[in-house]
């Protein structure tokens, strides 16, 4: 019964202690475009968008989660992409279908993991997870992730192409952080932002 108790206190410290953050910044996500000088309030949690956290990611809804890092269902999720930009925020920058990307990202607390990218047409808001994963952007070596691993917090580069017959107004990219901070080694904590981006 003591073994049982001290492993259940041990686990629970050791899920508080190694806790992944970040951001995208360029281009800069939804609730990080203030730090670039977009109009618009502040989000002073814009690296701790980890789908509402990890047990309700995983414990309330299966692993599912928000596709901009809130919370999966809330109707309105107001701490990711405040005020009117809920429904029709502006777009950030401008590229070229079929382009290859610079993007950055910042880990103000790394834990191991990947980076995912994916991007779709905002036809209607919001976005959907369905309408994202339709296109998975590679690295130019083709891979569809780019792995952390074992590397300190930090700003971070990496290139990304975008697909060659995708053209939008308001495309949505989605930045997604599958961090390997649980301890048992399955259902990892996530966390997700996106950027408003246009294609030409």
């Not at 686990?11 to 281009?27: E, F, N, R």
């Not at 309700?56 to 405040?82: L, M, R, S, T």
């Not at 959907?128 to 998975?136: A, F, G, R, S």
Request: hydrophobic letters at 40%.
């Amino acid at each position: 019964m003591k073994t049982a108790f001290m492993l259940a206190i041990f686990s629970t410290t050791l899920l508080a202690l190694v806790h992944g953050h970040g951001y995208i910044i360029d281009s800069p996500g939804r609730a990080s475009r203030w730090r670039k000088g977009f109009p618009g309030p502040p989000n002073y949690d814009d690296n701790g968008l980890n789908c509402g956290g990890w047990s309700k990611q995983w414990q309330v809804h299966g692993g599912k989660c928000g596709v901009c890092g809130d919370e999966y269902g809330i109707a309105n999720p107001k701490f990711v992409y405040p005020g009117v930009w809920a429904n029709n925020p502006p777009v950030v920058e401008t590229y070229q279908a079929g382009q290859i990307i610079t993007v950055k990202v910042k880990i103000t607390a790394a834990h191991k993991g990947y980076f995912t990218f994916r991007v779709a047409r905002l036809t209607s808001a919001p976005i959907t997870q369905l309408q994202l994963d339709q296109h998975v952007l590679m690295l130019p070596t083709g891979e569809d992730r780019w792995v952390l691993g074992n590397r300190p917090a930090a700003e971070y580069t990496m290139r990304l192409r975008l697909p060659k017959g995708l053209r939008c107004a308001h495309c949505v990219m989605q930045w997604w952080y599958t961090t390997a901070n649980n301890w048992m080694g399955e259902r990892p904590e996530s966390f997700v932002n996106c950027a408003d981006i246009k294609i030409v």
